[in-house]
Every structure is written in structure tokens, then in C-alpha cells.
């Protein structure tokens, strides 16, 4: 398995012969929206910068595409002409499915939250996220992480956009997967409390992750504090740094 770390939450997975987009915010710097903060941190279009270089070739290989819900910084307008424009078989949450296809998207399979169901020859499983401490995490909706199972291939949690709950918990320690991915941002608005995992929960994830960490949503868009340099530093206090990958933009990570 390769998983390609594009930028933000966008990943890609290459497993045989199908290439896997994962929240695809594919527009160019400052083009996907307006700034999500303008007092708490400095005001910026989003995306803050471009996609790598080698985004696109990688992209345009995608056969399905898997999204965890629908925010601008997960699926953009520019993400959303391609997977028109090629078709793409869209896969999100049961709760995602109507406005998806509204929006004259492909929707090829629903997912339902801690039901296993078919996935390119192996089971995807919905999990459920929450999208910020206290009282943000209504307004900011529905979202869904994955655990995917493919054939041949290392066990994989999509956590997606949530705090640390009890039913991360229960993924991490009961369900054992090879390789986990924490959106690592620690996201926050002008008011209420964070979005994202804080720096604290952050290391209780990895702790907690009985092998692989990927952690991505770090460095593109402007209400994400928390820097790969800030991350690793505390990573390497707690002894944590090891078992953690914090990818580069364009950077590509083999799983045997």
C-alpha cells in the first residue's frame, strides 16, 4: 500500500489497481474561500498555499473517491468539477448521500455508522467523529471517520475531523488498527473552543495507537495553529516520535 499525503486532509491510497482520493481540497492557493478566522489567527484565503507539484498525477489516476463530510477544506468547488468530470464513485456517510447527489456527484455507496459493509473486495466501517469541544461541534454537523479493511493490505482508521471521544477510544484499542490517521491542526474559530484535537489529545492518540500514526490537516489552512515543527517537537518529548509520521505536502509513504 502507498498512501500519497497531497495536502491538508487530502490523501490518496494506491492499493493493486485502485488509487483511493480522500477528501479532496484541489484548488489553488486562496481559491477554495475566505479566511475561517479573522482576530483569534491572521486572516487568509484558503487554501494558504498550492498543491505540490506532483498532485495531479497522482490524482488524476483516482478510481473512488472517499469523503468524511462536507466542509470546504475536505471537498472544495474545484474537487467537486473533477469527480464530475471524470465520474468518480463517491463513497461518504449514509447522512452525506443526499447532498452529494444534489449536488450532481456520484454517489456509488453509503456507509452507516459501526456497519461493516463491502469495500473494494475487503469492509468499511463507519465511525462516528465530533467535529470540536462543547457546543461547536453541533453547528459544525456531521462527520464520519472509516475503518477500512482491504485485501492483503495493513488495517486503516480515518479518525477525520473529531476530538478525542470514546468511541476513537474504543477503535484504537479494540479494533487494533496497522495505521492510523489524526487530523493534528487543532482547528479553531474566532469563538468557542477547538475543532480539532488539542496538542494534549493528540498525544493521547498516538499513545493509544497500537502501531502507526499519519498525522495530516497541518499547515493549509488558516485556522490551523499547530505546525509539523510543533507536533514533532512534542512528539519527541513524550518519546512518541517514532511510531509517528508528519508528512510533507507530495510526500509518499510505503506500507509493506
Given amino acids: 500500500m502507498k498512501i500519497h499525503h497531497i495536502r491538508n486532509a487530502t490523501m490518496v491510497i494506491e492499493t493493486n489497481d485502485k488509487v483511493i482520493l480522500i477528501d479532496p481540497m ?88 459501526w456497519k461493516a459493509s463491502d469495500f473494494l473486495g475487503g469492509t468499511i466501517e463507519g465511525i462516528p467523529a465530533k467535529h470540536g469541544y462543547g457546543f461547536v461541534a453541533k453547528p459544525m454537523g456531521n462527520v464520519m471517520g472509516f475503518y477500512i479493511q482491504l485485501p492483503n493490505e495493513k488495517t486503516m482508521y480515518l479518525s477525520s475531523d473529531t476530538i ?43 499513545k493509544n495507537s497500537p502501531d502507526k500514526v499519519i498525522a495530516n490537516h497541518l499547515e493549509a489552512v488558516n485556522h490551523c495553529p499547530i505546525t ?9 518529548k513524550k518519546g512518541l516520535i517514532d511510531r509517528t509520521f508528519i508528512p510533507q505536502d507530495g510526500q509518499v509513504m510505503v506500507f509493506e
Avoid at 164 to 177: R, W
Avoid at 181 to 205: C, H, N, W, Y
Fill in 26 to 113: 484541489l484548488s489553488k492557493k486562496g481559491a477554495a474561500g475566505p479566511s475561517f478566522t479573522f482576530f483569534r489567527y491572521k486572516p487568509k484565503r484558503n487554501p494558504i498555499l498550492n498543491l505540490p507539484d506532483n498532485a495531479m498525477d497522482i490524482i488524476n489516476k483516482t478510481t473512488h473517491c472517499l469523503l468524511t463530510h462536507l466542509h470546504p477544506d475536505h471537498l472544495d468547488k474545484a474537487a467537486e468539477q473533477f469527480l464530475k468530470s471524470k465520474n468518480i464513485p463517491i463513497i461518504c456517510s449514509v447522512k452525506d448521500e443526499k447532498t452529494l447527489r444534489k449536488r450532481g456527484l456520484h454517489v456509488s455507496q453509503v456507509v452507516d455508522y
Fill in 164 to 206: 478525542y471521544t470514546e468511541d476513537v477510544d474504543k477503535v484504537l484499542k479494540q479494533y487494533k488498527p496497522d495505521i492510523s490517521v489524526v487530523a493534528s491542526g487543532r482547528a479553531q474559530l474566532d469563538i468557542f473552543k477547538p475543532l480539532l484535537m488539542t496538542m494534549e489529545d493528540i498525544v493521547k492518540f498516538v
Fill in 228 to 236: 509539523r515543527e510543533e507536533l514533532s517537537s512534542e512528539l519527541t
